[in-house]
Structure formats: C-alpha cells, structure tokens
C-alpha cells in the first residue's frame, strides 16, 4: 500500500471538499471516492475525519452567514402598508425567502413571526441567542469577557483578511475572545462596505 505525498493528500482533501460543498455529494459518496482513492487504510481513516470536521466548520460558517442575511431583513427591513381589494389599509412584515442556502427574495406578510423551514438554520439562530444571553450574564455583573462593545476597523479588516485565508469564524474567535456570530456579523458587514466602495 503506497503512502501519498502530502501534496497529493491536500489535493484530494480539497477534491473532496468541492464534492461536498459544491456539488452536494453526501459523505457516504465521498467516504467511497476515499477508499477508491487512498489505499493506505491509516490516510483514508485520517482523510475522513480531516474532511468531516473541515466539512462541519464550512457548513456553521454557511449557515452563520446565511442567519446573519435573514436576521438583517427582518430588523432592518421597514414594514409596508398595503390596500387589499375592499380599500382596507393593512400593514405586512418583510420575510426572507431561503432557497438553496442563499436569501433569494424578501416576501410581504400580514404577521411579523417568522418560520425559520430551515431546522440547521433554526439550531444556529438557538447558538446565536445562547451567546447572547452568556454575554449578556457577563456583562451584569459576573466577569466577561472585557470585550468592547464596538471593534476597530483594522480589527475587523484583519478577521476578514483571516476569513479570505481559510480560517473558520470558530477559530478566528477563539483566539480573539470574542464568539463567532460576531466575528461573522462585522465581516460581513466589513465586506459589504468594501464591496458598495
């Protein structure tokens, strides 16, 4: 059984990746395409679960964004009114509309509650609302993190230069002691800023 180099094993783990990500290839495909490909059992089982935590890390990350996205629509979308056919006036609520991992769309309805159909989406809001509340405890009174309330602009344009490097906001929090959904909500805000001009 012939070991590959490391360059032939970070060309495959990104393979793989692509397959996972990109072409939506369940694990189990992938797994296979593992055994086909590395036939040094002590790689393929490393192979796995590189890609395993590698593919965790990639989908939080997506599902942060794509949280931030809707999050952002129903805070700061303004409510409309409207006029149905009897000339009643009548206000609707903003919803995002989800497709494929992405806000495609904002819908108008008469209530505000929004139903997150996502249920990967709806256990990411719950993270974000965990680290809310945690830091909210620790801001009253019982230590924190000493955190400021707003970061500098070169702070945050070095976590998204770390961010454009491969590094996950998980990491990229941790070694600035601040949580993930914020690291994620000010890059994302950084670059949209960068993109407008």
């Given at each position: ?24 290839i369940p694990m189990d495909q992938v797994k296979h395409y593992i055994s086909r490909d590395i036939t040094d059992s002590k790689q393929a089982e490393k192979m796995i679960k590189e890609l395993d ?13 794509l949280l931030f996205d809707v999050l952002e629509i129903l805070q700061e979308t303004p409510a409309q009114w409207t006029v149905d056919k009897d000339n009643n006036i009548y206000t609707v609520y ?104």
């Open positions: 059984m012939a070991k590959l180099s490391r360059l032939e094993v970070m060309d495959l783990k990104n393979r793989y990746l692509s397959k996972l990500r990109d072409n939506n935590k590698e593919f965790t890390k990639i989908k939080e990350d997506d599902l942060d964004l903003p919803h995002p509309v989800v497709s494929n991992g992405r806000v495609t769309g904002v819908e108008y309805k008469t209530h505000k509650s929004y139903y997150f159909e996502d249920t990967e989406l709806f256990d990411r809001y719950i993270v974000l609302q965990n680290d809310i509340a945690k830091a909210s405890k620790k801001k009253n009174g019982s230590g924190g993190r000493g955190r400021p309330s707003k970061f500098s602009a070169e702070q945050v344009a070095e976590w998204a230069k770390l961010k454009d490097q491969g590094y996950s906001y998980k990491t990229i929090a941790e070694s600035n002691d601040v949580y993930a959904t914020t690291i994620g909500s000010y890059v994302r805000k950084y670059k949209k800023k960068q993109q407008a001009g």
